[in-house]
T-cell receptor, first 112, second 114 residues
Framework: QQQVKQSPQSLIVQKGGISIINCAYE??????FPWYQQFPGKGPALLIA???DVSEKKEGRFTISFNKSAKQFSLHIMDSQPGDSATYFC???????????WGAGTKLIIKP | KAGVTQTPRYLIKTRGQQVTLSCSPI?????VSWYQQTPGQGLQFLFE???????NKGNFPGRFSGRQFSNSRSEMNVSTLELGDSALYLC?????????????FGPGTRLTVT
């Protein structure tokens, strides 16, 4: 119940294309869903986050889509650029436990 | 505002030794979480400290321990190092309360055990 399942494990997208990474969760107590971006040799950095009271949140080229009934959320990167090549992690937190539950990560490569 | 700092950035130890890693959170943040990251793995949660108390703990052996000081700085200790402990150790700080769940990560300490 505490798991967050992330897919795909790796993704190759052409420059200018749309990158889509999906996550699914079980615990209905989760009420905050962030996405983190990690470049090699760096710590993860918060990219964008959503709460379940909205179905979509957009920040620049990055959009989170949230489906509460399906218990799924996804990250869309529009007009993907080589600089977006990184590992992306989804996570979830909520309830009485302040521990972030992490997905396994997706290694994204944008081909020029 | 200064970010999360971790020292040292790189460390090489021998199997059987012990090591202490340090993390200074963002000013005003009272929660510090520690994670282990190995190649091909996600982030494995070690433990979280809030106001000097361990609030959450992951599934790591007792060789992994931590503490938090009154200024919110945190240390993590690993005793009797094993080759499998080689990893990037990340700490993250947050306010730790209310509805502010954002975690801010430091650059990590790369530990190599030989």
């Amino acid at each position: 119940q505490q798991q967050v399942k992330q897919s795909p494990q790796s993704l190759i997208v052409q420059k200018g294309g749309i990158s889509i990474i999906n996550c699914a969760y079980e615990n209905t107590a989760f009420d905050y869903f962030p996405w983190y971006q990690q470049f090699p040799g760096k710590g993860p950095a918060l990219l964008i986050a959503i709460r379940p009271d909205v179905s979509e949140k957009k920040e620049g080229r990055f959009t989170i889509s949230f489906n509460k009934s399906a218990k799924q959320f996804s990250l869309h990167i529009m007009d993907s650029q080589p600089g977006d090549s990184a590992t992306y992690f989804c996570a979830a937190i909520g309830g009485s436990n302040y521990q972030l539950i992490w997905g396994a990560g997706t290694k994204l490569i944008i081909k020029p | 505002k200064a970010g999360v700092t971790q020292t040292p950035r790189y460390l090489i130890k021998t199997r059987g030794q012990q090591v202490t890693l340090s993390c200074s959170p963002i000013s005003g943040h009272r929660s510090v979480s520690w994670y282990q990251q190995t190649p091909g793995q996600g982030l494995q949660f070690l433990f979280e400290y809030f106001s000097e108390t361990q609030r959450n703990k992951g599934n790591f052996p007792g060789r992994f321990s931590g503490r938090q000081f009154s200024n919110s700085r945190s240390e993590m200790n690993v005793s009797t190092l094993e080759l499998g402990d080689s990893a990037l150790y990340l700490c993250a700080s947050s306010t730790g309360q209310g509805f502010s769940y954002e975690q801010y990560f430091g650059p990590g300490t790369r530990l190599t055990v030989t």
